[in-house]
Every structure is written in structure tokens, then in C-alpha cells.
């Protein structure tokens, strides 16, 4: 399999919108978990999130078009648009034919199917948007950006849980090697931030109740852990066979040279404790880059701040990894902003990627005694450290494994 090339990049999240923004305030180690203050969500479980405000301020979306879409979709629009103009692209030129969509969620579009469905219940179905039934499903996101580009090569949308993303853009990956398509928009988005949503993640399981304290609630590998905390946005990159993107002399970010995905298969929630299949999958993606264990510089970490999670996880790294894994800088830097689900693998990689750029590792916030020991974690501020070959690792509920490595262009 042959790498391939990220030449642009699209973040709409907490932390800022735009590789700029983002970049800073990630670097800088700050926090935008707070209290949702949007609805009133007091009487939930857990109440705290990271959330973005203002979002029309940065849309290029029509009001006629946000009324029959919801904000997952909005956000991606967002997205995708940031991430071609990062890549210098203009699609109007592009062959519609040979550009291609993968994208990944977990829950769909809530806000506007509770919405809705209330507005049913109260009015019958004359009250019932006739959109309700394009706007929440996992794949509208996908839909709104192929009708909005023109787009019609062939795409997917992938919901695997919070491995959903990252294997979106491991299939692109794939795809683009394959040469059914010239370049696609791969990445994910998630709107958990809403009423019937945030039940469901409270009933979903795993997520921190530190109410009191939002910015230090979420402290995976850290033995005061006690869950994640959800967030909303979405992350895109542009992707191109390297041989399209030198020809347009475009700006490459990265490169994507290996992927791999495996299944515990032992539970319908929690992964399997000993972490084989995921160490299975981190060498099997270090197999398609050809790459050795000893030129890992960096892991990009999964972080769900529960036991089974965090444990199984480090296990898996000590597992491929031997000696070199106390030697190997790790980190969490959703800690920052949130689990973004179905789309935190995808920001993640966005997070590396800048991270190769700018030879600094962002930090894990809340890590004050690290649990598993045997790792080298990077805490509370950013390290200098060179990266030119980086792992990415998403799971998902069911024991989905999914990794992904990364190379400095």
C-alpha cells in the first residue's frame, strides 16, 4: 500500500475554528470544558462538556440552507470548506466524478430529530419539518457536502462507535491507493451537546460526574480518573495520491502511509482487558507503512479515563512496544476540548499532524499520577520533541480497534 497525502486540513471544535486557533490554544494547553449552559441539563448525571459558541459567526452556509440541517451537518460544512481551502483546492475545477466523501459519527443528528419529534407529539404531523427525515441520520452530513460541492465520486459514512472517523479516513486511505478516486474529504463530526443526545451518552456509560470542576473532570491514564467528557465539532482533511499533489504543487501536511482495524469480540461495551487485538492492530498498521517500532516518535492516545480502557490501552503499547514504551512520548490532547465520539479519532489526527509541524507534543491535561505506570506520558505542558512518524489510536464500544500512522511531510 502506498502513503498518501494530506494536503489540507478543516477543525471546527472548542478549542477554535481553524488550524490557527486550534493550534493555539492546544499548544497553550487551555481548557474549554465547561458547564453546558445551552439547555438546562442540571438533572443530568453528568452535565459539562466542550462546546462551541458562535458558530454561525464563521459559516458560509445560507440561512435557507441551516433550516434543513443539523448542526452535525453544519459543522462539517464548515469543515470541509476550511479544509479545501487549506489545501488551495478549487472543487468547481475538480472532476466530480473523482472526489469522493468518508465521513464518520456515532449518534447522527440529534438536535434537530428531538426537535421534531417534539413538535410532533404536540402539533401531529403537520407540525413535522418536511427535513426531519434528511437532517438527523448519520450520513446527512456526507449528503449536504456532496450536494453543496457538486460532488458525486464514490463515498461512505462509517458509524463505528468512537472509531468512526479514524476509519473513515483509513478506508479513504484504501480507496485513494486503489485509484478509484483523485481526492477525497475524509474525517467525522459529532453534536452530542443537546438534550435526548446528552441522555444518551449519560446512559451510554463511562462519562466523568465532576460537575463541580469541568476543567479538571476529564484525567485519563491518571488514577482520580473517573470518565470522559463528551464534545462537539468536527475535523476534516483533504487527502491526495502523492503524485496528484506534487503535480498542483499543493502544500503537503502529512503523509498517511498505514492503517489497521480488529475486534476484541468479547463484549458488547467494554474491550477485552488484555489489549491483544489492539496491539494486533497497531502492527498490522505498522506492517502496511513499513514502518519499525523503533521509528515511532509519538502516540496519539485513545484516553477514555475509564479502567478498563485506559488499562487495556497502555498494555497493548507495552505489548508491541517492550522498553521503548517508557521511552516513547504519549498523550491525550482531547483532554482539552473533550471526546468528540464518532469524530475524535479525526481531530486527533489533526492534533498529530500539527504536532509534526511545529515539533511540539501537546499535553494530557489532569495527569497527576499517572495509572498504568510505564509510559511516557506528556503532562500539564507541551514537550519539544522531533516527530517524524506518529501513531493515531481510536476505539470504539464492542472492543473496535482502530490505528492509523502518520508521517512529517
Avoid at 60 to 72: A, G, N, P, T
Avoid at 186 to 203: H, S
Avoid at 233 to 247: D, F, H, M, R, V
Avoid at 265 to 281: K, M, N, Q, S, Y
Amino acid at each position: 500500500m502506498e502513503k498518501v497525502a494530506v494536503t489540507g486540513l478543516g477543525v471546527v471544535s472548542p478549542s477554535g475554528i481553524g488550524r490557527r486557533q486550534f493550534w493555539a490554544n492546544i499548544k497553550a494547553g487551555r481548557s474549554f470544558i465547561k458547564k453546558i449552559t445551552r439547555f438546562d441539563a442540571s438533572r443530568y448525571p453528568s452535565h459539562i462538556a466542550g462546546q462551541i459558541d458562535e458558530l454561525e459567526k464563521y459559516s458560509h452556509v445560507s440561512e435557507r440552507l441551516l433550516k434543513k440541517i443539523d448542526v452535525f451537518s453544519h459543522m462539517a460544512l464548515i469543515a470541509a470548506e476550511l479544509a479545501l481551502q487549506d489545501a488551495g483546492i478549487d472543487i468547481s475545477k475538480e472532476d466530480p466524478n473523482l472526489v469522493g466523501i468518508f465521513l464518520g459519527n456515532a449518534l447522527g443528528g440529534w438536535l434537530y430529530a428531538e426537535t421534531e419529534l417534539r413538535d410532533l407529539y404536540i402539533e401531529g404531523r403537520e407540525g413535522v419539518s418536511p427535513y426531519m427525515a434528511s437532517a438527523w441520520f448519520p450520513a446527512a452530513p456526507q449528503g449536504q457536502i456532496s450536494i453543496y460541492y457538486g460532488i458525486k465520486g464514490f463515498s461512505k459514512t462509517v458509524v463505528a462507535d468512537r472509531a468512526s472517523s479514524l476509519m473513515a479516513i483509513g478506508y479513504a486511505k484504501k480507496t485513494l491507493n486503489k485509484n478509484k478516486l483523485k481526492l477525497i474529504l475524509a474525517g467525522g463530526m459529532e453534536a452530542p451537546v443537546t438534550p435526548y443526545a446528552l441522555l444518551c451518552c449519560n446512559t451510554y456509560g463511562g462519562l466523568s460526574t465532576d460537575n463541580e470542576h469541568p476543567e479538571m473532570a476529564y484525567r485519563p491514564f491518571d488514577k482520580k480518573r473517573n470518565g470522559f467528557v463528551i464534545g462537539e465539532g468536527a475535523g476534516i482533511i483533504t487527502l491526495e495520491s502523492i503524485a496528484s499533489a506534487k503535480k498542483r504543487a499543493a502544500p503537503i501536511s502529512a503523509y498517511i502511509s498505514g492503517y489497521a482495524t480488529t475486534c476484541d469480540g468479547v463484549d458488547r461495551i467494554h474491550p477485552a482487558a488484555d489489549g491483544r487485538e489492539l496491539a494486533r492492530a497497531i502492527n498490522l498498521a505498522l506492517l502496511e507503512a513499513k514502518v519499525s517500532r523503533e521509528e515511532i516518535d509519538y502516540i496519539c492516545l485513545d484516553g477514555l479515563a475509564v479502567d478498563i480502557w485506559d488499562n487495556s490501552e497502555a498494555e497493548a503499547i507495552k505489548m508491541v512496544f517492550g522498553q521503548r514504551a517508557k521511552e516513547i512520548p504519549v498523550s491525550c490532547p482531547k483532554t482539552m476540548f473533550g471526546n468528540l465520539l464518532g469524530a475524535s479519532g479525526a481531530l486527533d489526527l489533526i492534533v498529530t499532524i500539527l504536532a509534526m509541524e511545529h515539533n511540539l507534543i501537546p499535553p494530557t491535561l489532569n495527569l497527576d499520577e499517572p495509572s498504568p505506570e510505564g509510559l511516557n506520558y506528556v503532562a500539564a505542558k507541551a514537550r519539544e520533541v522531533k516527530i517524524n512518524k506518529a501513531l493515531v489510536i481510536s476505539r470504539g464500544r464492542g472492543g473496535i480497534n482502530s490505528v492509523l500512522v502518520v508521517e512529517k511531510a
